[in-house]
């Protein structure tokens, strides 16, 4: 793991009240039956996994959805009580533990399940199944794997909680893919001889989009961070629903004046055509601010200057348009003055999405958190 750097001026702002507002926002459109679980795997979305969960809770999350088993533990180790569910496959070796901390571990075959039960003791393990319905990762494909499953479920030490799907297009305009999704995982749905509590299929983008709908859980990821999930292709229904939480800030190390036929940074792809002012950053690529970013600008005094040559692993240059103070404040990511740079210009500079803009900010970056 790398280090985190907390004797730097280089960090992640994370405004915890936008956090709880995107949250809000979310819940106030849900009916009262309906359950808004956090999905903070990766660290958040890189905000930071247990300041996010307790802003989530205090927002009226009530349960969670994480990756991994180990991102679980995380959770309850920090205190957390609430439901978590996993939401990819896990180890069966790792079953007992699941069940002991009364982690839900998503499941899709007899085979895993039929091992699991020589790993479990006293304890049940809480399960949801995994529906695939056109996703092609995770889950069931048919009736005939599904009543298999729930078969199994009902006699072994298992407790049978919850059934999900999750959608490949919920953010885009076209819905045939998404219509189709719903279809086989209602009659896929209605075909178990016992329904169980949480029957859900809601991500961010539904709920956004299509108002989640019948699913009993939204799990609310992007939307918490306050990013449009379709990469801002389709237009929100309500603009004021998402706010961005983090922004990415720096400050000048160095300021110099270069002459022209100066050059700047690995490769000397930078050549100063008249006299300039440049300055350094203490932020690269190790930091998750990548070489495909240097396609574009930083703000500086609410004004865009331009990364000019190869960003390095851990400084890069800007060119500014006249002298500035060491120690100036110089904003990678999110807004100063009238300019904001957001997560989706990022992503569309280095042919991405914002989620994965947010999830390679290295943890060698200092996370500050506001507004608690
Ligand atoms: C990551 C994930 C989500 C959250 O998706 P967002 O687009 O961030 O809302 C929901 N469900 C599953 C199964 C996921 O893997």
């Known amino acids: 793991m790398?280090?985190?750097?907390?004797?730097?001026?280089?960090?992640?702002?994370?405004?915890?009240?936008?956090v709880k507002q995107n949250i809000k926002k979310q819940k106030e459109k849900l009916s009262p039956s309906q359950e808004l679980y956090a999905v903070v795997k990766a660290n958040a979305y890189g905000h930071g996994?247990?300041?996010?969960?307790?802003?989530a809770v205090e927002a009226g999350a009530t349960g969670f959805c994480v990756a991994n088993v180990d991102e679980g533990l995380g959770l309850r180790q920090a205190g957390f009580t609430q439901p978590i569910?996993?939401?990819?496959?896990?180890?069966?070796?790792?079953?007992?533990?699941?069940?002991?901390?009364?982690?839900?571990?998503?499941?899709?075959?007899?085979?895993w399940l039929k091992e699991a039960v020589q790993y479990l003791n006293?304890?049940?393990?809480?399960?949801?199944?995994?529906?695939?319905?056109?996703?092609?990762r995770i889950g069931v494909v048919d009736e005939e794997e599904l009543a298999s499953v729930e078969a199994v479920l009902q006699n072994g030490p298992f407790e049978f909680e919850g059934i999900f799907t999750h959608f490949a297009t919920a953010d885009e305009a076209d819905t045939t893919q998404l219509t189709k999704q719903i279809e086989k995982f209602h009659r896929l749905v209605d075909e178990l001889s016992?329904?169980?509590?949480?029957?859900?299929?809601?991500?961010?983008a539904y709920a956004l989009w299509h108002g989640a709908g019948d699913s009993a859980i939204?799990?609310?990821?992007i939307g918490i961070y306050g990013i449009n999930p379709s990469n801002g292709d389709l237009a929100l229904k309500d603009e004021s629903s998402l706010t961005p939480a983090l922004r990415w800030e720096t400050e000048m190390v160095k300021v110099k004046k270069?002459?022209?036929?100066?050059?700047?940074?690995?490769?000397?792809?930078?050549?100063?055509?008249?006299?300039?002012?440049?300055?350094?950053?203490p932020v690269g690529y190790a930091d998750g601010f990548i070489r495909a970013y240097n396609k574009g600008d930083v703000l500086v005094d609410g004004v865009r200057c331009p990364i000019v040559g190869r960003i390095c692993m851990d400084q890069c240059m800007i060119r500014l348009p006249h002298e500035f103070p060491v120690g100036t404040t110089v904003t990678l990511l999110g807004k100063d003055g009238d300019e904001e740079i957001t997560a989706i210009?990022?992503?569309?500079?280095?042919?991405?999405?914002?989620?994965?803009?947010?999830?390679?900010?290295?943890?060698?970056?200092?996370?500050?958190?506001?507004?608690?």
């Open 2 to 18: 790398m280090l985190e750097a907390i004797h730097r001026n280089t960090r992640v702002v994370v405004d915890l009240s936008i």
């Open 49 to 55: 996994m247990i300041p996010v969960a307790k802003a």
């Open 85 to 111: 569910l996993i939401l990819g496959l896990s180890r069966v070796e790792d079953a007992a533990l699941l069940a002991e901390n009364k982690i839900t571990a998503s499941v899709d075959s007899v085979a």
């Open 122 to 136: 006293d304890t049940p393990l809480k399960v949801h199944i995994a529906v695939d319905s056109g996703m092609g």
């Open 194 to 204: 016992v329904k169980p509590a949480h029957v859900h299929y809601s991500n961010s």
């Open 218 to 221: 939204v799990r609310y990821g």
């Open 258 to 281: 270069l002459e022209a036929g100066d050059t700047v940074s690995y490769g000397a792809t930078y050549t100063a055509d008249e006299p300039q002012w440049v300055a350094t950053l």
């Open 345 to 372: 210009e990022l992503a569309k500079r280095s042919e991405t999405i914002a989620y994965e803009v947010l999830c390679i900010i290295s943890d060698r970056v200092k996370r500050v958190y506001i507004n608690d």
